[in-house]
């Protein structure tokens, strides 16, 4: 009989020592799985930080290129805008002489008759394009649009502009050429009106 309970014995020491093997393996694999999890979980993370960051990234670079054209846009109107000014300051010598020899004509013939009429056909043109021309006579003489090349009496109180020897002209507002003018005192120009 003792060698019958023995074996017994020795029976439900294997199948515990079996449920306990058991018991391991499966806490075990619980335990594995909770690292798999906890391992998908930082992958996951890992990969949600990485989209949010490429998501940043390429926002940042919309942003840039959506900057680059707008400067682009801007540096190109500049040059046309300098562009379109350096031409018109070229042509206001040709305006001058224009108005020289209109000024200078004796009599009104077809000739003369035809030159006014391309010198007005060029200067709508240049309105249509920005240009303006100061008038100065009667006006307050500003030495940001007047250049006074003639003095006439006392220049010591505020100076009128008495007469405009070349014209100046204003491209898109801008200033373009001052006029060059003669100036005189203000209370002389009202005694003589």
């Known amino acids: ?10 029976e439900q020491q294997t199948t515990a020592e079996d449920a306990v093997d058991e018991s391991q393996a499966e806490q075990a694999q619980a335990d594995s ?10 992958e996951r993370n890992a990969w949600e930080r ?36 350096s031409l018109v300051f070229e042509l206001l010598s040709v305006i001058d002489n224009f108005e020289l020899a209109i000024n200078s004509a004796t009599e009104e013939t077809s000739f003369v008759t035809g030159v006014k009429m ?10 249509k394009a920005g240009l303006q021309a100061l008038n100065a006579v009667g006006k307050p003489f500003d030495p940001n649009f007047h250049a006074a090349v003639i003095n006439e009496g006392d220049t010591n109180g505020e100076l009128i502009v ?23 005192p203000k209370q002389q120009e009202e005694d003589e009106e």
Do not use: H, P, W
């Open 50 to 85: 990485e989209k949010e960051e490429l998501v940043n990234k390429f926002l940042r670079l919309q942003a840039d290129f959506a900057n680059y054209k707008r400067r682009n846009e801007e540096s190109i109107e500049q040059i046309r805008l300098t562009a379109n000014e």
């Open 33 to 42: 799985t909770e690292g798999d999890n906890a391992s998908v979980d930082n």
């Open 162 to 184: 008495t007469a405009e020897l070349k014209k100046g002209y204003l491209f898109k507002g801008k200033l373009l050429r001052e006029s060059m003018v003669k100036v005189g």
């Open 1 to 10: 009989m003792g060698s019958e309970y023995e074996k017994q014995i020795e």
């Open 118 to 127: 391309i010198y007005q056909q060029l200067m709508d043109c240049l309105e």
